[in-house]
């Protein structure tokens, strides 16, 4: 079975950094477009970041420059850098499996999730 397991979510002050895992299992994890997604209560999910199997990245535009999103496939894991955290940045994040063949940017192009985890932002 997919199994998407999140982790590294917590508290930090505006201007640091965390980083995020999600450790992948069940699937040919190389080959699909993997994604970042978060939710803040009060508003749509939205895709952050994604990278195909290939390597191209996507990032959604008040990320760019301050988050990083990157693969290892040997690992079958899936990562989040975010730096220069602002309190906006504070949401649950989730990683999800997206396609073979492109990363979509709308989340019902993704058919599993992982549980997600917190990332809160203090000013």
């Known amino acids: 079975a997919v199994q998407l397991v999140e982790s590294g979510g917590g508290s930090v002050q505006a201007g640091g950094s965390l980083r995020l895992s999600c450790a992948a299992s069940?699937?040919?994890?190389?080959?699909?477009?993997m994604a970042w997604f978060r939710q803040a209560p009060g508003k749509e999910r939205e895709r952050v970041a994604a990278i195909r199997g290939s390597g191209i990245t996507q990032y959604t535009d008040s990320v760019k420059g301050r988050f990083t999103i990157s693969r290892d496939n040997a690992k079958n894991t899936l990562y989040l850098q975010m730096s220069s955290l602002k309190s906006e940045d504070t949401a649950m994040y989730y990683c999800?499996?997206?396609?073979?063949?492109?990363?979509?940017?709308?989340?019902?192009?993704?058919?599993?999730w992982g549980q997600g985890t917190q990332v809160t932002v203090s000013s």
């Open positions: 999800a499996r997206g396609s073979l063949y492109d990363c979509y940017l709308a989340s019902p192009m993704y058919s599993y």
């Open positions: 069940g699937f040919a994890f190389s080959a699909y477009c």
